[in-house]
């Protein structure tokens, strides 16, 4: 019926290396909202703030994998309706080709990006996909970010002032994404 609105799609990609601390709550807290749920775990080769020297990584192991427990913790979450979509692929040239990997997964028509140690409130998720079915002319969104040092009572401030403040664009719709090859 025309009546019935449609609620846009919306598939969650992530790149994950050692995020066992969230993880669970993570795709826990988006599962009931995804269309897909598109984990990608690996290391980039290229230099990169979390990476010693090139090809080197401190907080992985010689495949280019987690070496906490990200993987026991992906896939000991239920997925009655087969949502999560869990690559380990390891070292790869560089960490915009570990999120083209979860683009090429996603046929909905909008891509939220995620950290795995990010939390959205169920109905700021909610009041963002709705707004996206009302406002079609919307293809990108982006919100701002805390800084927790420590734990989650202690956010900074000024620390990193050239991130303060600044907001990640974290959903693309499907006309935004860049086609089979990052550019």
């Known amino acids: 019926s025309s009546d019935l ?7 969650f990609g992530m790149i994950v290396l050692n995020g066992d601390d969230f993880i669970d709550l993570c795709i826990k ?3 009931d909202i995804a269309n897909k749920i598109i984990i990608i775990e690996g290391a980039a080769k290229s230099p990169d703030i979390s990476l010693k020297s090139y090809g080197k990584c401190s907080s992985c192991n010689k495949s280019g994998l987690s070496t906490d427990k990200t993987q026991e913790k992906i896939l000991s979450i239920p997925d009655p309706l087969h949502k999560i979509i869990y690559k380990r692929v390891g070292w790869i040239d560089d960490k915009v080709k570990l999120s083209q990997m979860y683009l090429n997964e996603s046929n909905a ?3 939220w990006q995620l950290d795995s140690d990010e939390i959205y409130e169920q109905w ?6 709705n707004y996206l079915e009302i406002r079609k002319d919307i293809n ?3 919100f701002p970010v805390w800084h ?3 734990d989650l009572r202690h ?8 991130w303060d403040n600044i907001p990640f664009i974290r959903i693309r719709s499907e006309e ?3 086609g089979k090859e990052c550019r």
């Open 5 to 11: 609105k449609m609620i846009p799609k919306v598939d």
């Open 29 to 31: 807290n988006v599962y």
């Open 109 to 111: 028509d909008y891509m």
């Open 124 to 129: 700021v998720m909610r009041d963002v996909i």
């Open 140 to 142: 990108t969104v982006s």
């Open 148 to 150: 927790f040092i420590g």
């Open 155 to 162: 956010i900074g401030s000024g620390r990193n002032s050239a």
């Open 176 to 178: 935004r994404r860049v």
